[in-house]
Structure formats: structure tokens, C-alpha cells
């Protein structure tokens, strides 16, 4: 065997090469491994806002399903109680014209001619005969029975058919949706757990900032609202005291408007009159349904959320308002979208405590109003019942069921 050639070292020019092309991959490679930022606190608040509105816009989709499925399981089992009560029907209607068939055959073996002939005693072969006829009649009543009560099974049957597979697609919706929130939560969570505490605590010294402002926000409202009305009825009665005058053939006085020095960036009321409300329905009566209804949101105030609950331990929603016009002797559908359906819609100015108060342009959040531009609402997951300002929240309206 000849000697293996030992391979020539790499020349200098090559050695180069290669040492500045490893040298410009660690620079590249360290230019490009640089760490994510870090995202802000609001970015974070923002993201957990979205996803739990998200989260309760299917919960109040699964409240819907979860309905619907315990509607088509009573429907189902009353179908399916019908199917049993008539397959008993037929199975006794079989039995009887088995009984009435075999006493058929028997009775008409030979021919009827035949029979009268042979038969030492007509008259009485007359009598069975006629017994006979009777029979017959029976048979065809029996037959007729028989299948009108068939055809009556078979129709109950395909509709217990239709209504199970009814059932099993709200199923499937019911778990989509189960899921789906499931996961906006796990994804708030994941959020949140990567702040540390103190971030945590200036989100939720932001979010009680948002409720103040709110709160303030409608308080000044309200007084301006209170002061229009004032002057409006100042001018009224100055008005009528006028016409009084002049009618008793005096000369009225110049009315000199006093002066009015308005708050530091607030608006001038509107100089039109507003269109009076028609079918405004009259307020609920102190003691009577209003207070049941909001006597008991009080009693829930720290209870936590719970998805799809409905108490007593955890409400949604939802299923804070249906519970609380249960106290009072009402029934409300279970969802916010259905219950907004129902009653009387009431303007954002003539609200009285026990209605209900609408928000986010799907209607998937309600409360109970109290008073004051307030509601008590159950939030979302991880909070608890709590009083709350509705301007706090994009208002859509209210009813009064």
C-alpha cells in the first residue's frame, strides 16, 4: 500500500477567509438575537380588556346554547315518552287482532253456502253468522286502528330523530364555545401573570382612576341637567306670572334674566327644547318591585364572577339580572341579548332603579341600574360584584321588563 498523503495546511490567505467570515456570522447572529421588548403596561391592560370582553361574548353565546339544549332535552324527552306511550298502543292493538284474526279463521273455514246447508239447525247458523259479521266489522275497525296509530308512531319517531340531532349540534356549539372561552381566559391569565405585583397594582389603580373619572363625569352632568331644568322652569313661572298680569290689565314688569357664571370648561346647555318623551312608563312604586330588585343586587355586592352561573354563590351578567327579577317575582330569558327584547325601552334620562342597562354594541353586558348613574353588574372573571358608574362602559340603552 502506498502512504497516505497528509492534506497541506490551509494557506494564510484562506485562513482569512474563513476567520473573517466566522467573525462576521458572530456579528450577524448577535444582531439578530436581541430580545423582544418588553410591553408597556397599557399595551397589557389593553390586551386583557379585549380578550375578557371577548371571553364574555361567548359566555353570553354559550348561555344561549346552554338554553337551548336544555329546552331540546325536555322536548326530546317528552317526544320520546309519546314514542313509548304509542308503541304500547300498538303493541295491544297487535294483540287484539290476532285474537279477532284466529277467530276469524276459525269461523270461516267452510264456505258460508255450504255451512247453511249442512247445518242441522239454519236459524241458529243465521244467529252466528251474523256474530260473524260483527267480527268482521271489528277486524276492519281494528286495521284502520292499527295503522293510524302506526303512522302517528312513525311520525314521532322522526321527529324524536330530528329534535337528538338538534341536541347533539347545540352540544357541539355548547363545547366550541366552552373552549373558546377557556382559552381567551388562559390567555388574560398568561398576561397577567408576567407583570409583577406592583404592575399589577397600577392597572388596578388605573382602572378605579377610570371609574372616579366616570363617576365624576356624570355627576356634573347631572347637575347641569338639573340646572337647565331650573331655569327652564324659572322661565316658565315667569312666564305664567306674566300672563297673570296682563290679563288683570296691569303692565308687567321687564324680566332681567340674573346673571349666570358658568363652570370652568363646561358647556352651555342646549338653547332647543327637547322633544317631549312619549310612553314613558311611570316610575316603580317605593317597596314594591324596584326595591326586590335592587335589595337583592345589594345583597350580592362582593360575590365573585362565575361563567354561566346564575347564584347563589357566583353570578354572570346575566345571571345577576335574571336572579334579581326573581326575587321579584319575574322571569327574565337568560341571556342579555334576549333579555333586552322584552318590556319597555326606557331613555337614558328617565331611568329608576331595577331597570336594566345595556352595553357594548352586541348587548353582551348588563346590569342593574340603582340610581344615581350607577348599576350593579357582575364585571368579568376574577372580579366580584360591584357598584359601578354606567358611563364607565359604552351605554346602549335600557329596559324596564
Not at 215 to 244: G, I, N, S, V, Y
Not at 320 to 337: E, I, K
Not at 343 to 353: A, E, F, V
Amino acid at each position: 500500500m502506498g502512504k497516505r498523503r497528509k492534506p497541506s495546511p490551509p494557506s494564510r490567505a484562506r485562513m482569512a477567509v474563513l476567520t473573517t467570515a466566522v467573525a462576521s456570522g458572530a456579528v450577524l447572529a448577535s444582531g439578530t438575537a436581541h430580545a423582544e421588548p418588553a410591553p408597556t403596561l397599557a399595551s397589557v391592560k389593553e390586551q386583557v380588556d379585549r380578550l375578557n370582553e371577548e371571553a364574555e361574548q361567548a359566555i353570553e353565546r354559550f348561555n344561549g346554547f346552554q338554553e337551548k339544549q336544555q329546552k331540546l332535552q325536555g322536548e326530546a324527552n317528552r317526544i320520546q315518552e309519546k314514542v313509548a306511550r304509542g308503541q304500547e298502543a300498538m303493541n295491544e292493538l297487535r294483540t287484539q287482532l290476532g285474537v279477532v284474526g284466529a277467530e276469524q279463521y276459525r269461523n270461516n273455514g267452510i264456505d258460508p253456502g255450504i255451512q247453511l246447508m249442512l247445518d242441522s239447525d239454519p236459524a241458529s247458523y243465521l244467529g252466528r253468522a251474523a256474530v260473524q259479521d260483527q267480527v268482521a266489522g271489528s277486524w276492519t275497525d281494528l286495521l284502520k286502528r292499527a295503522q293510524d296509530e302506526q303512522r302517528k308512531l312513525d311520525q314521532e319517531r322522526t321527529e324524536a330523530a330530528a329534535t337528538l340531532a338538534d341536541l347533539d349540534a347545540v352540544g357541539a356549539s355548547l363545547n366550541a364555545q366552552k373552549n373558546q372561552i377557556q382559552s381567551k381566559l388562559a390567555q388574560s391569565e398568561a398576561l397577567l401573570n408576567k407583570l409583577s405585583a406592583e404592575e399589577r397594582a397600577k392597572i388596578n389603580a388605573q382602572e378605579a382612576a377610570d371609574k372616579a373619572k366616570a363617576a365624576a363625569q356624570q355627576a356634573a352632568a347631572a347637575e347641569r341637567a338639573k340646572a337647565a331644568d331650573k331655569e327652564a322652569a324659572d322661565k316658565a313661572k315667569a312666564a305664567a306670572a306674566a300672563k297673570e298680569t296682563a290679563g288683570k290689565g296691569g303692565t308687567p314688569a321687564p324680566q332681567t334674566a340674573a346673571p349666570q357664571t358658568p363652570a370652568a370648561n363646561t358647556p352651555a346647555p342646549a338653547a332647543s327644547t327637547p322633544a317631549p318623551v312619549t310612553n314613558t312608563p311611570a316610575p316603580p312604586a317605593a317597596g314594591g318591585r324596584a326595591a326586590a330588585i335592587v335589595q337583592f343586587a345589594h345583597a350580592q355586592l362582593g360575590k365573585p364572577y362565575g361563567w354561566s352561573k346564575t347564584g347563589p354563590s357566583s353570578f354572570d351578567c346575566s345571571g345577576l339580572t335574571g336572579a334579581a327579577y326573581r326575587a321579584a317575582n319575574v322571569s327574565l330569558p337568560r341571556t342579555s341579548q334576549e333579555q333586552w327584547k322584552i318590556g319597555t325601552r326606557i331613555g337614558r334620562g328617565d331611568l329608576q332603579p331595577g331597570d336594566l342597562v345595556f352595553f357594548y354594541p352586541d348587548l353582551h353586558h348588563v346590569g342593574v341600574y340603582i340610581g344615581d348613574g350607577k348599576m350593579i353588574h357582575a364585571p368579568r372573571t376574577g372580579k366580584n360584584i360591584e357598584v359601578l358608574p354606567i358611563g364607565v362602559m359604552p351605554y346602549m340603552g335600557a329596559v324596564r321588563p
